[in-house]
């Protein structure tokens, strides 16, 4: 009887308080760091951080700390975890919600909430959390009982690691969390995996078998170091194109001759006029959206005149805007590491086409002019030439990372931290929250001058942190995507697009960081490495010309 009793008491523990539950079941699933704004709504889980592994990074705004969690999860692959307080702290988060949800990265977002005595009364930032995120989350719940606290975080990482990843989000009412709370803590969430059936990868072989002019777009949630090698070895011994959908370039080493670009926002017109002309898509986790598809313009909707056979991880995505020859609902890594495996029987007649949009490819690299003493495509080449392998560069939104884009070589999976959703402000939180996890590895934050000043606050956190990034601004003193598109459909009738900056180097010392200010080409190699070397987060305020808009267009 009494190991029995022992038995019971090592699985229900002793009274503690809710908050002290809720990070006991962070904890429990291996969660190691958590990003925050403090709030009088989770007090309780406050203190259940003292004391904790957990480490507990307080952000700036309740946005930073959202993309931070989001950053964490991207580079991870497991979810990122934030809390940020009731009404303006969860509609400040919302941004990172939604940049999780569209790049499908597991993260779980905890928001306080009013007493449930209170609930339904319009208290004191009350605000429905099932109502406000339901368009935005894979699940969003509220925790009502304090001993179901283990069950509904379990639940939580189950949700947002399963299927297509994606964000959770869990309301916490200010009296549950206070309250006792006896439950036992649940053990690591086991994720589904969806595997590819043999006769789904006997399919893709097959219709690569049939195919004259093959190509492959990647992208998608769920992917991994292992599985990125597995599509270089896919690719390889089939010979295959590779293109990669927006912002997924580092998920083949652009070095490789199979790498023939990005498809996505600014394609390179020659890669464009391939996806057209080719006879077989192989798309492996993308959603074939508006970016991937070019306004929905490189395939025909919704009979594509390319035999399209299509591999995502959610069954609802398939089928929605394009129907595919062949649907497979499962993992695209996974099935990228089982195609890895399966050499094509016979020898590969495609050889010219995949060398052709290479060479496309790598025309396309070619630098071209831009006006202005200090050139981004030059900035962008100098980086290219000079980062080691494994260095994370991040960005947010703007024309800007037209040139990073077009000009830098991904060369390792990871190394590229930017949100699909095209929000600005993402690239300096990620940036943190990047060298935070991986603080052996160099991590370049590229910003557009107005995108660095959504989240420009988070550069006190890398201070505070220790977070020794580089944030290299490209001051133009424009929004520069927004006045690109005054010039193309109201040329010279620029309107509401004009900045006025601060000193941004001068703003990083006041901080006790490195900042530098850059006018000419010539000066920034040397500029780069003293901010390298430095041993400090650094900025580097780049002054560019407002008439290279873009790496085609100019004002």
């Not at 959908?245 to 070095?255: A, K, P, T």
């Not at 941004?504 to 490195?514: L, N, V």
């Amino acid at each position: 009887m009494s190991s029995v009793m022992e038995r019971a008491a090592e699985v229900v523990p002793a009274t503690r308080h809710g908050g002290q539950a809720l990070v006991e079941a962070l904890e429990a699933q291996g969660v190691t760091r958590a990003f925050a704004i403090p709030g009088e709504s989770f007090l309780a889980a406050l203190d259940g951080f003292y004391g904790a592994s957990i480490e507990l990074v307080v952000a700036r705004h309740e946005g930073g700390a959202a993309m931070m969690a989001e950053a964490h999860g991207k580079l991870t692959g497991r979810p990122g975890v934030a809390f940020v307080t009731r009404g303006p702290g969860a509609t400040n988060a919302s941004a990172g919600i939604h940049v999780a949800f569209q790049d499908s990265t597991p993260m779980v977002l905890f928001v306080g909430q009013v007493s449930r005595e209170q609930r339904d009364r319009e208290a004191f930032q009350e605000v429905d959390y099932r109502a406000m995120f339901a368009p935005l989350a894979k699940w969003v719940a509220e925790i009502e009982v304090t001993e179901r606290i283990p069950e509904y975080v379990s639940n939580a990482f189950h949700v947002a690691q399963s299927g297509r990843p994606g964000p959770v989000v869990l309301a916490l009412p200010e009296d549950m969390l206070s309250a006792p709370c006896r439950a036992p803590v649940a053990q690591i969430a086991t994720p589904v995996r969806s595997e590819p059936s043999e006769a789904a990868l006997h399919s893709i072989t097959e219709a690569l078998t049939a195919a004259e002019r093959p190509l492959v777009i990647v992208g998608g949630g769920g992917w991994s170091a292992e599985a990125a090698e597995a599509l270089a070895a896919f690719a390889a011994a089939w010979d295959l194109p590779v293109g990669a959908s927006f912002r997924c370039q580092d998920y083949l080493d652009n070095r490789l001759p199979h790498y023939v670009g990005d498809i996505g926002i600014g394609i390179n017109p020659a890669l464009a006029e391939r996806v057209k002309g080719a006879d077989l898509i192989l798309a492996l986790g993308p959603r074939l959206g508006e970016m991937t598809t070019s306004g929905y313009t490189l395939l025909d909707v919704p009979q594509p005149k390319q035999r399209l056979v299509h591999v995502h991880l959610d069954p609802s995505e398939l089928g929605r805007v394009y129907r595919p020859d062949l649907a497979i609902a499962a993992s695209p890594a996974q099935c990228a590491i089982a195609l890895a495996s399966r050499p094509p029987a016979a020898p590969i007649p495609w050889g010219d086409w995949r060398a052709s949009a290479r060479a496309d490819f790598e025309a396309w690299r070619a630098p071209r002019e831009t006006p202005g003493a200090l050139k981004m495509e030059r900035v962008i080449a100098h980086l290219d030439k000079v980062l080691p392998d494994d260095a994370i560069l991040t960005n947010g939104a703007g024309n800007y990372s037209a040139w990073l884009h077009r000009y830098y070589g991904y060369k390792g999976f990871r190394t590229q931290l930017a949100p699909t959703s095209g929000s600005m402000g993402y690239g300096l939180p990620a940036a943190v929250a990047a060298k935070l996890e991986a603080p052996e590895r160099e991590v370049i934050c590229l910003a557009g001058d107005g995108c660095f000043q959504m989240t420009a606050a988070e550069f006190g956190t890398a201070c505070e942190q220790g977070a020794n990034i580089v944030v290299l601004v490209s001051n133009n003193g424009v929004y520069g995507t927004i006045r690109m598109h005054q010039e193309r459909h109201y040329p010279g009738r620029p309107s509401g697009t004009v900045l006025k900056n601060p000193d941004f180097a001068a703003w990083a010392r006041s901080y006790g960081a490195f900042g530098e200010t850059v006018e000419r080409d010539e000066d920034f190699p040397a500029a780069l490495e003293r901010a390298r070397r430095a041993g400090l987060p650094a900025i580097l305020d780049l002054k560019v010309d407002p008439a290279a808009i873009s790496p085609r267009t100019k004002a």
